[in-house]
């Protein structure tokens, strides 16, 4: 296993367009987050699914965006009719339970959006 | 609202030098505090962690404090190497929510 995996790593799209990102988390781990980051700014959450499930949702994630795990295994983050402001970096991560000492998330590299 | 807070947007020290990053927080419900690491066109590398229980943790180089009392944690880097240039992000967790500071970057000089 080579960790996550985002696809793809570059998306440029027209505004008004829809588009749809790919996460392969880490086989064994059951949680998987969504984060976004803009420049000069810290990742910011934006959902997170344990297995199949999607626990939480942060009020960041308009009824623009939707984000599955069908099978609780890999997700797609979808944004419709995208706006410039959702130009970003979107990042998964991924975790075997919770948070705790020595043990983090793991991330993958990310696809950066840009709306034109 | 920006809970989690690194007021220093880079840092530069000296190949062998101590590098102090610093973060202060709102929330004193957190209960795990966190250390990333991100290189250019990576997503961000989880480096330590420190539980609220706690006031230091160590790993190799790498030495986590924490002040609850002052709501501030540092990251101590002992001796820097130019291999730890990259952006520093704080994060700190509440019930598996995590959120991030906007992050500080350091430039180790040979």
């Known amino acids: 296993d080579t960790g996550v995996s985002q696809d793809p790593r570059h998306k440029i799209t027209k505004r008004g367009q829809n588009v749809t990102f790919r996460c392969d988390p880490i086989?064994?781990?059951?949680?998987l987050y969504w984060y976004r980051q803009t420049l000069g700014q810290g990742p910011e959450f934006l959902t997170y699914?344990?297995?199949?499930?999607?626990?939480?949702k942060s009020r960041l994630l308009s009824d623009r965006f939707s984000a599955e795990r069908p099978k609780g295994s890999f997700s797609t983050l979808e944004i419709q009719r995208t706006e410039q402001g959702d130009s970003a970096m979107y990042l998964c991560a991924s975790s075997l339970g919770p948070v705790g000492v020595m043990r983090g998330y793991t991330f993958g590299s990310g696809t950066r959006l840009t709306v034109v | 609202d920006q809970q989690v807070k690194q007021n220093s947007p880079s840092l530069s020290v000296q190949e062998g030098r101590i590098s102090i990053l610093n973060c202060d927080y709102t929330n004193s419900m957190f209960d795990y505090f966190l250390w990333y690491k991100k290189y250019p066109a990576e997503g961000p590398t989880f480096l330590i962690s420190?539980?609220?229980?706690?006031d230091k943790n160590e790993d190799g180089r790498f030495t986590v404090f924490l002040n609850k009392s002052a709501k501030h944690l540092s990251l101590h880097i002992v001796p820097s190497q130019p291999g730890d240039s990259a952006v520093y992000f704080c994060a700190a967790s509440e019930n598996n929510d995590m959120r991030f500071g906007a992050g500080t970057r350091l430039t180790v000089k040979p």
């Open positions: 420190i539980s609220s229980i706690k």
């Open positions: 086989s064994e781990h059951n949680r």
């Open positions: 699914f344990q297995n199949e499930a999607q626990l939480e």
